[in-house]
């Protein structure tokens, strides 16, 4: 990756970020946390690497991403919206009544969402059907789905991994957001997931375990998956919950719940001079 | 009157006739065998994918190959189509309103032998609850298989229930059906009966059996639950003043509590219900256990009766 594309990714992640901290303090509810720490991947696949037209977003042919941690909608409608399938001014109206932009993904509602999420461990379910459609259509497009780590309590994650390899899935691509906490606390507390990497293997995908907010590993990894044959890809994303927001970094309670106005302007004024920084 | 084949017999052999639509993708959950999606898979073994002992996730699979534009009929028994998978059908089927068929085979208590944690009684309920999702529980062979077709046809979630038990075809080779039309079975004036599925049956044998006693009884055959044919339910509470249900399900939220909702808005008059009065099936030969929980003519004909006298 150059310079230049490096750079200019993470000020969109920046953009993004600011976007879910827009999104979350305007409901008054919402999930920051995991959107902060899955937010450099979700702009590295709307930016660099998904076949996506904001204009087509139903094209038969496009790259599918299914955001099976579906709470993490702030982080899913920030991308979409600074990639233009709406209003960016939109994010102000999340979770509320009159919105189109419900508090987990729809995909009837909102351009560019590819899948209705939200009951944890079936978005990868519903990519596995994705990747299984695209076999079937001899098309060439990539289907990626995001999950969270505490997600993995959930057995049907399993179901959809046994199948997704049975099937020798190679399109698709599985992200564990690995930022080591779901609402409860330390993951390894709650229910132990670890080990996670050797878990996908196990179950007989092809595995790489990347720094989520590195963008030059994330390149590598999304490039590694699209080239290995005869099986699915798991990258697990070692990342910082809150990340980028100084007081949300690695803090559990900031899973589901929204900074009040002078925190959220705290949170942006962060964002803005990193932005800064970076110019 | 003569032939008697099971509803999921007639829905693979349905299923493998309109399989020469390639958008049709058939999953099943290590059931084919008794589903008899196994006949599909015979023909078009590429369209046929076996998801393992995975009801839930297979629901959830069936609705991204939908997403995907496939016309999906994913099978499994209808305790785990409705019950287990109930989370993916609701939220991956029925919230974004996906193009799933639902093959639920061996419903109700005829499943017989395998007893109640086989027996769905309660899964008409749970699918009709759920926003957008069709229900269809037709009586014999030759209307699962016009309305299977039909569920093909249009788009959207649709619940099929199906039994495991031969039952009688009751419908000529050319009768006609549409999905959201009652059958009227037989006119009468003294009572209406609807009936679902395999009570369809029973149902026409004690409106004969009423016939004889001088009771002439309009019966119906509802094998559409959801949409209910409203039209056809008030002009019968209208023009009989009384109305009897019979299904193969508990009696709380089931064909009964569809009839209730639209009698009670539109012309109120006595009612009953045959059905599982609210417990769980038991092992045993299904011809037992019909008769063990009510499900018979005799039963059928008893209720009638002492609901004219409710008029």
Not at chain 1, 178 to 194: A, C, F, H, S, W
Not at chain 2, 31 to 47: A, G, I, M, V
Not at chain 2, 220 to 233: L, Q, S
Not at chain 2, 283 to 297: E, I, N, R
Request: net charge negative; hydrophobic share 40%; with cysteine.
């Amino acid at each position: 990756m150059d310079d230049k594309t490096r750079l200019q990714l993470k000020k969109t992640a920046t953009l993004i970020r600011k976007g879910i901290i827009t999104a979350v303090a305007s409901a008054g509810s919402g999930h920051p946390g995991g959107s902060l720490s899955i937010a450099d991947i979700l702009t590295y696949l709307y930016f660099v690497e998904m076949k996506i037209d904001p204009r087509n977003p139903k094209d038969p042919d496009r790259d599918r991403l299914v955001m099976s941690k579906g709470h993490c909608t702030p982080g899913l409608y920030a991308a979409l919206a600074h990639r233009g399938f709406f209003p960016i001014e939109d994010l102000e109206s999340f979770r509320q009544a009159d919105s189109y932009l419900e508090g987990h993904p729809n995909m009837n509602k909102v351009p560019g969402v590819d899948m209705s999420t939200g009951s944890l461990g079936q978005g990868i379910a519903a990519a596995v059907g994705m990747a299984l459609a695209g076999k079937l259509d001899k098309k060439d497009y990539r289907v990626y789905a995001i999950l969270g780590d505490g997600e993995l309590d959930e057995g049907q994650v399993w179901e959809a991994a046994m199948a997704a390899a049975h099937y020798k899935l190679d399109n698709l691509t599985a992200i564990v957001d690995y930022n080591r906490l779901q609402i409860d606390g330390d993951i390894t507390k709650v229910m132990n997931p670890e080990p996670i990497a050797d878990k996908f293997a196990a179950f007989g995908w092809n595995v790489i375990s990347i720094n989520a907010h590195d963008f030059d590993e994330i390149e590598k990894a999304v490039n590694q998956a699209k080239e290995y044959k005869g099986k699915p890809t798991a990258i697990v994303a070692h990342s910082v919950k809150g990340k980028g927001v100084s007081y949300m970094e690695d803090q559990a309670q900031w899973h589901g719940s929204a900074p009040k106005k002078e925190q959220a302007e705290q949170a942006l004024a962060e964002l803005d001079e990193y932005l800064k920084s970076l110019e | 009157m003569a032939d008697k084949i099971a509803t999921r017999v007639a829905y693979g052999n349905t299923l493998a006739e309109i399989g020469s639509n390639e958008n049709i993708v058939v999953l099943d959950a290590d059931l084919s065998k008794s589903t008899r999606t196994d006949l599909f898979q015979k023909k078009y073994p590429e369209r046929h994918f076996n998801m393992g002992i995975a009801e839930g996730n297979m629901m959830a699979v069936a609705a991204g190959l939908a997403s995907c534009g496939k016309t999906v009929f994913a099978s499994t028994f209808a305790i785990f189509a409705a019950g287990r998978a109930y989370d993916s059908v609701r939220n991956s089927i029925g919230y974004p309103h996906l193009n799933v068929k639902i093959g639920a085979t061996h419903a109700g208590i005829t499943v017989g032998e395998d007893g109640a944690s086989h027996q769905a009684i309660e899964d008409i309920a749970l699918m009709r609850a759920i926003p957008g999702m069709t229900v269809i529980c037709p009586a014999d062979a030759v209307s699962t298989a016009a309305l299977v077709k039909q569920a093909a046809e249009i788009y959207g979630p649709v619940y099929l229930r199906l039994g495991r038990l031969d039952v009688p075809v009751i419908y000529s080779s050319d009768a006609q059906f549409s999905i959201g039309k009652g059958v009227t079975l037989k006119e009468g004036n003294d009572l209406t009966i609807i009936a679902t599925g395999y009570m369809a049956e029973p149902a026409m044998r004690a409106a004969e059996s009423l016939k004889a006693e001088g009771i002439d009884a309009r019966l119906i055959d509802m094998h559409t639950i959801k949409p209910i044919d409203e039209e056809i339910i008030i002009k019968a509470a209208r023009e009989t003043g009384a109305i009897l249900t019979c299904e193969e399900h508990n009696i709380m939220g089931g064909l009964g509590s569809a009839v209730a909702e639209v009698i009670v808005k539109n012309h109120p008059v006595p009612m009953d219900m045959v059905g599982i009065m609210d417990v769980f099936g038991k092992s045993g030969k299904p011809a037992d256990l019909v008769k063990m929980y009510g499900l018979t003519p005799e039963n059928i004909v008893e209720k009638a009766k002492s609901l004219i006298g409710r008029k």
